[in-house]
Nanobody, 123 residues
């Protein structure tokens, strides 16, 4: 059974950094692009970043561009989201998901989802 487990969330102060992890099992990880989404309190889930199967291509939302970096290690079946200079507006539950291609930014294009990890940024 396909499974994605996020970890690495926590409570940080504005300006701090965090790295989120997404560990996959139950499917061939290197055949899928991986994406990160987030859902802030009272808001809809939104795309954050995605990366292709071989890490050649990546794509970022405007909010993530320049501060966040997505990466993956296919040998470890793990995707990462390094987040720098975090701000209170980055407070959200962060989800990872698997898709057929890195340029998909909408939720229906993603097949498998994790349960999320919570990031809270205080000012």
């Amino acid at each position: 059974q396909e499974r994605l487990v996020e970890s690495g969330g926590g409570v940080v102060q504005a300006g701090d950094s965090l790295t989120l992890l997404c560990t996959a099992s139950g499917f061939t990880f290197n055949l899928y692009a991986m994406g990160w989404f987030r859902q802030a309190p009272g808001k809809e889930r939104e795309f954050v970043a995605s990366i292709g199967r071989r890490s050649t291509n990546s794509y970022y939302s405007d909010a993530a561009q320049g501060r966040f970096t997505i990466s993956r290690d296919n040998a470890k079946n793990t995707a990462y989201l390094q987040m720098n200079n975090l701000q209170p507006e980055d407070t959200a539950i962060y989800f990872c998901a698997a898709s057929a291609n890195y340029y998909f930014t909408t939720q229906p294009a993603y097949y498998f989802w994790g349960q999320g990890t919570t990031v809270t940024v205080s000012s």
